[in-house]
């Protein structure tokens, strides 16, 4: 069973930045692709960010040139940088493991979710 715990999320105001920080159980960075997902009340979860086994990255159009998403396979952490934030990327955020590439942006692939973490990007 892999279990993904979040930290770093916050209050930040905009044009600030924060790090998400996602610690797996065990090193699964070679077995699973991993990814971050956001979801705000009333709307579906989204794909924010994804990095393959094979480092391979993607990101949502709305967070390119602002997020980075990266890995310290010997911390067996992820992490999500997002630089420039805006009050439209408040959201719970979530850390993921799993799924095919091909199917990254449907929720439903990812096989592995950790608790959330709370982003709030207001003044």
């Known amino acids: 069973q892999v279990q993904l715990v979040e930290s770093g999320g916050g209050l930040v105001q905009p044009g600030g930045s924060l790090r998400l920080s996602c610690r797996a159980s065990?090193?699964?960075?070679?077995?699973?692709?991993m990814g971050w997902h956001r979801q705000v009340p009333g709307k579906q979860r989204e794909l924010v960010a994804a990095?393959?086994?094979?480092?391979?990255?993607d990101y949502a159009d709305y967070v390119k040139g602002r997020f980075t998403i990266s890995r310290d396979n010997v911390k067996n952490t992820v992490y999500l940088q997002m630089n420039s934030l805006r009050p439209e990327d408040t959201a719970v955020y979530y850390c993921?493991?799993?799924?095919?590439?091909?199917?990254?942006?449907?929720?439903?692939?990812?096989?592995?979710w950790g608790q959330g973490t709370q982003v709030t990007v207001s003044s």
């Open positions: 993921n493991a799993g799924a095919r590439w091909i199917d990254r942006y449907l929720p439903t692939s990812w096989d592995y």
């Open positions: 065990g090193n699964i960075f070679r077995t699973y692709n």
């Open positions: 990095m393959s086994r094979g480092d391979v990255t």
